[in-house]
């Protein structure tokens, strides 16, 4: 049976190696499928879970940082705060951007926070600081690498020109990346005053 077997698998070895390299085909697509699908949900999560909070609030219906809106008082703050157990409360706004690189229009996915506490911020700094001063900005390692960004470089974004001051890592979210800005200049993008985007308890 199995000389049978051999005899039949080497009679036509053209066919062989064919079927044999299909499969091999076929498994190193899976892995490299499953590789990507890992690579995302990692990725797309990555902010929320290295930032230092215990419980992120966010208006009613808000489901995911990206894709939904989320817009509080920033008063809210304060009620949090009086919650027994609360130890700390920080807040942060979300938005997204038109901004001129070079001769270049891109979207920027900014999320405005304290940076004297660093709560909100990037988690991790690869080059330059997450200390910003008025009109600086933290740009995702991706991010800088696509549109060739370095420490000092300049974003505009209306008539706001933003200095590159810092490059981090844990902030590509694969359909993005996320930048960073301080909460009072992240609110005068948008011309608002007194919101809040979400609150990290």
């Known amino acids: 049976m199995v000389a049978l077997a051999r005899k039949n698998l080497f009679q036509e070895p053209v066919r062989l190696l064919i079927s044999v390299g299909g499969v091999a085909f076929s498994v190193l697509l899976m892995l490299f499928l499953f590789g990507v699908y890992q690579g995302v949900l990692v990725g797309s999560v990555s902010y929320v879970v290295q930032t230092p909070s215990d419980l992120w609030v966010c208006q009613k219906g808000t489901r995911n940082l990206i894709r939904s ?6 008063r809210v703050d304060t009620t949090l705060a ?5 130890k700390d409360v920080a807040s942060i706004t979300r938005s ?12 920027l996915f900014l999320i405005g ?5 660093g709560i909100g911020g990037p988690p991790a700094i690869i080059e330059g600081t997450a200390k910003l001063g008025p ?8 991010f800088a690498g696509k549109h060739k960004l370095k420490i000092n470089s300049t974003i505009q974004i209306d008539r706001t020109t ?5 490059i981090s890592t ?5 359909v993005t990346q996320l930048s960073f800005i301080r909460k009072e200049d992240a609110l005068a993008l948008m011309g608002l005053t007194d919101i809040a985007s979400f609150f990290l308890v």
Do not use: C, H, M
């Open 69 to 74: 809106t989320s817009f509080l008082p920033a």
């Open 82 to 86: 009086r919650i027994k157990g609360v």
């Open 96 to 107: 997204f951007a038109s901004a001129q690189i070079g001769d270049r229009t891109v979207t």
């Open 113 to 117: 926070y304290d940076a004297e506490s």
């Open 135 to 142: 009109k600086e900005i933290v740009v995702d390692r991706a």
């Open 162 to 166: 933003l200095i590159v001051k810092g």
């Open 170 to 174: 844990g902030t590509n979210l694969f």
